[in-house]
């Protein structure tokens, strides 16, 4: 069975930091790309962070961008995103997807329907 596990959130103060693993287990996440999401109580979910199937090319939206950052150990079949300097708007449940298509290279996902394989997700409370 295909499957993505999530680990890692849970409840820090503001400024706090916090590493997330995605982990998968029925199918090699090299190559696919990996996409990071979250959604916020009353927001709809939104796209956050992206990895390339080769780990070249990476992608931040402008809410994380310089204090996310997101990686792989294909040898461990994981994917991280290391989170810093943590603002209560970072408060959601975070996903993890991979792709659909194994790429194998450079390439990003551009749209949500690319990704086919979804975790049940991780809360991340940021809260003093």
């Known amino acids: 069975q295909l499957q993505l596990v999530e680990s890692g959130g849970g409840l820090v103060q503001p400024g706090g930091s916090l590493r997330l693993s995605c982990t998968a287990s029925g199918f090699t996440l090299d190559p696919h790309a990996i996409g990071w999401f979250r959604r916020a109580p009353g927001k709809e979910r939104e796209g956050i962070s992206s990895i390339s199937g080769n780990g070249g090319s990476t992608w931040y939206a402008d809410s994380v961008k310089g204090r996310f950052t997101v990686s792989r150990d294909d040898a461990k079949n994981t994917v991280y995103l290391q989170m810093i300097s943590l603002k209560p708007e970072d408060t959601a449940v975070y996903y993890c997807?991979?792709?659909?298509?194994?790429?194998?290279?450079?390439?990003?996902?551009?749209?949500?329907?690319?990704?086919?394989?979804w975790g049940q997700g991780t809360q991340v409370t940021v809260s003093s």
């Open positions: 997807a991979a792709s659909r298509r194994p790429y194998g290279s450079g390439y990003i996902p551009v749209s949500v329907d690319e990704y086919g394989y």
